[in-house]
């Protein structure tokens, strides 16, 4: 098959099964521990070379970063300008990281901007991510089954919480991608399911480096829309090639969907160490009066970032 085609259509209902079975199928392959090893070790140089420069500033820095990823987050599905971040509702940014479905609708009333119109319940009818062909619709796959959305979501919230000394549910890398990758095929909304599972893999991945590196941290220190948003195809590939069912042998495909967010993260890794060295007092402002004051933590005023040199 030609590399710009789909490498497996899977249409079939998706009708239950256990998440904890079809993780405990997931073998990491050589290529991908050596991947993750490269990843880890760039991520602490970032994080020491993080460390040299006032708090003060690393806060404002991770904020812009969080406004940019906002933006890029929407642009993956909708290629409009965003420029217009509201966060003033820091119960979904800044109040916590704990997670439930009441919060995970709450993330994604705010990646749908549904604030007059919220939503607080997952989709009471079936949805399939699907291509038009040569004027007809082909399915690439189908979300879960609406009747099984609240055990497949409870199951879900349990992996979430999941914390055991494996690799995959102890490596913040490794087990935001499978967070992210859970959410997009159980698909529990009708509209939004990428934007929202965005925002909880990075979620998972700052609760993560909270545990290892025993910080208090609201804000990732690292973000992947920007590079997703430049590798869309890829990424969509990486993810429609993946059965989500018992059946098939989903082995080499979750380890290709590792790769790529393993390479997602080695972009910004270095895009953001590197714009460190360019960003002084002058790039970002702080303005008290501005619509974008946020509590963080619900002590500590940090300021809404504009960057002006983009």
């Given amino acids: 098959m030609e590399s710009n085609q789909y490498a497996m259509m899977n249409d079939k209902v998706v009708e239950y099964f256990p998440l904890e079975e079809y993780i405990n199928r997931i073998k990491l392959l ?3 521990l050596e991947h ?5 070790n760039a991520f602490k140089d970032y994080i020491n070379k993080i460390g040299a420069y006032d708090e003060k500033y690393i806060i404002d820095y991770w904020v812009y970063l969080l406004y940019e990823e ?23 940014f800044f109040d916590t990281l704990s997670i439930s479905n009441r919060r995970i609708h ?11 119109d919220p939503t607080f319940e997952y989709r009471k009818s ?19 089954q609406a009747a099984d959305l609240e055990k497949f979501m409870n ?14 549910m102890s490596n913040p890398f490794l087990k935001s991608a499978l967070i992210h990758l859970l959410f997009l095929r159980i698909h529990p909304y009708a509209d939004g399911n990428g934007r929202t599972a965005r925002l909880l893999h990075n979620s998972k991945f700052t609760a993560s480096i909270n545990s290892i590196y025993g910080t208090k941290l609201r804000i990732s220190p690292l973000n992947l829309s920007g590079s997703i948003l430049l590798n869309k195809i890829s990424y969509i590939k990486a993810v429609d090639n993946i059965y989500f069912d018992l059946e098939h042998d989903t082995n080499e495909a979750i380890n290709n969907w590792f790769d790529f967010i393993l390479n997602m993260a080695d972009e910004q890794i270095y895009y953001s160490s590197s714009k460190l060295d360019y960003i002084d007092s002058s790039f970002l402002k702080a303005d008290a009066d501005e619509d974008h004051v946020i509590d963080m933590n619900r002590k500590m005023k940090v300021r809404s970032l504009t960057n002006k040199n983009r």
Avoid: C, M
């Fill in 70 to 92: 906002l933006r890029f987050n929407q642009q993956i599905e909708h290629p409009v300008d965003y420029s217009q971040i509201d966060l003033q509702n820091d119960e979904v």
């Fill in 126 to 144: 079936e949805v399939q991510v699907s291509r038009l062909v040569e004027g007809k619709e082909q399915i690439i796959y189908r979300g879960a």
């Fill in 36 to 40: 993750l090893d490269d990843t880890n």
């Fill in 30 to 32: 050589p290529r991908v």
């Fill in 155 to 168: 199951d879900f919230i349990k992996i979430y919480k999941r914390n055991d000394v494996s690799l995959l």
């Fill in 106 to 116: 709450n993330l994604h009333n705010f990646a749908v901007k549904n604030e007059y």
